[in-house]
Structure formats: structure tokens, C-alpha cells
């Protein structure tokens, strides 16, 4: 009686990749978010994409930890800003910060973007920038990133008060910064 030989696919595992997981799907879909997200953290393209990265990679690390049902986009902004919390800490105790991006080195840069527009959001970006951070991660999360202010202000741990007094201070200096710009 021949005995049936094991599948090549058996003993190393499905040699195709497999479907995603609806985790990774739903993940996958808060890329361009996370990033901008990351960008208005770390007001730096190279430090927001190494932000984004590390807060994936902990995600899918603590994936366990998700409660399917739940809010994935909170759930991973708080990742983001605790990883950023993170490096903060770690930036203050070495005294020393990233390497900033030569000038012509940023990769993917669109040469079909509308000048004017570009102009505009180089503005919005210059007054966000200069917020004081609290003002600009409340602007980030709500603004932006379309947060209900409950899911904000639990995100960075403050009442309801204080992230509206944040969101109120913080419109009225973009305005004042984006009308004398």
C-alpha cells in the first residue's frame, strides 16, 4: 500500500500569498491618513514616514489587542501619538534629532501639481507648524483627520472643555497666520 507523499505546500506552507486579513485590509485603507496624521506630529516628511512605519509595525504587533467592533482609525492614532511621545522622550535624552532631508532628495514629488494650490497649502502647512503642539494635534484629529471631538479628547487624554478651548485657539491663529501670509 503506497503511503500519500505530503504536499510541497503542506510542509512549508501555502507558497502564495495570503488574502488579507480584515485587520490588514482596514489598516491598509488608513495609510493616507495615518501619514498625514504622521506629518502634522512631525512636521517633517522623513521623521512622518519613519512615524507612520513604526506605528504600523506596533499595530501589527498588538494586533491581538484591537477589539474588532471598534474604531481602527482611533485606535491606531493613538498608537501614532504614543510612539511620537515616544521619540520625543528619546530625542530629549540623546539631545540629538533625525538628520533633515537634502534638498531635492524628497522622492515621489508630483511636477504636475497646480502652483497656486501648492502655494496655499505650503501656507496651511507653515501655520500648522507653527502651533503650539497641543493646538495642532487638536486640529489634526478633528479637522483633518475628521474625529468626533469625544473620540479627540480621549485619544489625548483631556476633557471635552479643554480640546474645544485647543480647537477654538488653534482656528482663530491659522487664521490670523493664514491672513498675513
Not at 486579513?21 to 506629518?39: H, K, S
Not at 507648524?129 to 484629529?141: F, V, Y
Request: charged share 30%; hydrophobic share 45%; glycine share 4%.
Amino acid at each position: 500500500m503506497k503511503r500519500a507523499r505530503p504536499s510541497v505546500s503542506s510542509l512549508k506552507g501555502d507558497w502564495r500569498t495570503p488574502p488579507l486579513q480584515a485587520f490588514e485590509r482596514e489598516l491598509l485603507t488608513l495609510l493616507p491618513r495615518l501619514r498625514r496624521f504622521a506629518r502634522s506630529l512631525a512636521r517633517d516628511a522623513a521623521d512622518a514616514d519613519d512615524l507612520a512605519q513604526v506605528s504600523v509595525e506596533r499595530a501589527l504587533k498588538a494586533q491581538a489587542q484591537w477589539a474588532p467592533g471598534t474604531r481602527l482609525d482611533a485606535w491606531m492614532m493613538r498608537i501614532m501619538r504614543n510612539c511620537w511621545i515616544d521619540e520625543i522622550r528619546s530625542r530629549t535624552r540623546r539631545a540629538q534629532t533625525f538628520a533633515p532631508a537634502e534638498e531635492g532628495e524628497t522622492v515621489g514629488s508630483d511636477a504636475h501639481r497646480d502652483i497656486e494650490r501648492a502655494a496655499e497649502m505650503k501656507d496651511v502647512d507653515r501655520a500648522m507648524n507653527a502651533l503650539p503642539d497641543e493646538q495642532r494635534e487638536a486640529i489634526a484629529l478633528v479637522l483633518v483627520e475628521g474625529l468626533a471631538y469625544r473620540e479627540a479628547a480621549d485619544l489625548l487624554d483631556i476633557p471635552i472643555g479643554t480640546l474645544t478651548s485647543r480647537l477654538t485657539r488653534g482656528r482663530q491663529a491659522l487664521a490670523q497666520m493664514l491672513e498675513a501670509a
